[in-house]
């Protein structure tokens, strides 16, 4: 069992910029692919990054390449989420989400909601103009 627990979100001003944490359990945390997915009011839950578990691949949705970085720190059990530039349409309730890394090998996985089997209770970003 995973527990994660995610921290640093808030409210900003468009084009401000957040850091969100994520806080693991796992004793065998580097041996998981590590994401964040959002899910803004009225919409479906949706996939904004994931790094894997040897942390030498990254991924994004298209909409925040470029703003968002994700990166991972195995000897904290922690992986982060650093947000700049951010804009309204970024507000939505964070995720932090974690799957073993024998589930995803290939590229389009990580995008997955399935692929990722541990949740957090996710922490809320809110931009304003």
């Known amino acids: 069992q995973v527990q994660l627990v995610e921290s640093g979100g808030g409210l900003v001003q468009a084009g401000g910029s957040l850091r969100l944490s994520c806080a693991a359990s796992?004793?065998?945390?580097?041996?998981?692919?590590m994401a964040w997915f959002r899910q803004a009011p009225g919409k479906e839950r949706e996939f904004g990054a994931a790094i894997s578990w040897t942390g030498g691949s990254t991924y994004y949705v298209d909409s925040v390449k470029g703003r968002f970085t994700i990166s991972r720190d195995n000897a904290k059990n922690a992986v982060y989420l650093q947000m700049i530039d951010l804009k309204p349409e970024d507000t939505a309730v964070y995720y932090c989400?974690?799957?073993?890394?024998?589930?995803?090998?290939?590229?389009?996985?990580?995008?997955?909601?399935?692929?990722?089997?541990?949740w957090g209770q996710g922490t809320q970003v809110t931009v304003s103009l």
């Open positions: 989400a974690a799957g073993e890394g024998y589930r995803c090998s290939g590229y389009g996985c990580y995008f997955e909601r399935d692929t990722y089997k541990y």
């Open positions: 796992a004793h065998t945390f580097s041996s998981y692919n």
